[in-house]
């Protein structure tokens, strides 16, 4: 489980859409800095310090691989912010059942009951 200051880190990085981008480029395997930047029309310093705040949450891994820096995907914590979101899940459903009987409620007996 995810302590608070985990928990925080990982939230503020995923909370920019460049950084959700590149996680999900990375979802499909390694890629190098280079790679990663590929899409995005920014600098390759501007990417690198995106980079470096989905590492300092521990959602990326940079390895050394002669000259090159490939990085790696970090589930762990992505794996431990859905077990923190779960524990409301029931929350979720019980209100999305009270407005599905509003709604129904709201629109009346149908042919269909």
Same mark, same amino acid.
């Given at each position: 489980?995810? #302590?608070?200051?985990?928990? #925080? #880190? ?5 909370? @920019?859409?460049?950084?959700?981008? %590149?996680?999900?480029?990375?979802? *499909?395997?390694?890629?190098?800095? #280079? ?5 995005? *029309?920014?600098?390759?310093?501007? =990417?690198?310090? +995106? %980079?470096? =705040?989905? /590492?300092?949450?521990?959602?990326? *891994? ?11 995907? @970090? ?14 899940? +029931? %929350? ?18 149908? @042919? /269909?009951?």
């Amino acid at each position: 489980m995810l #302590n608070t200051t985990e928990l #925080n #880190n990982t939230f503020a990085a995923l909370s @920019n859409p460049t950084r959700r981008a %590149i996680l999900a480029h990375l979802a *499909n395997g390694d890629a190098t800095v #280079n790679e990663l930047a590929a899409p995005f *029309n920014m600098s390759l310093p501007a =990417v690198s310090k +995106h %980079i470096k =705040v989905l /590492e300092r949450a521990g959602l990326i *891994n940079q390895g050394q691989e002669a000259q090159y820096r490939p990085c790696t995907l @970090n589930t762990m914590p992505l794996e431990a912010l859905a077990s923190w979101t779960e524990q409301y899940r +029931h %929350i979720w459903e019980a209100r999305f059942d009270r407005l599905d009987t509003c709604l129904k409620q709201l629109k009346g007996p149908t @042919n /269909e009951e």
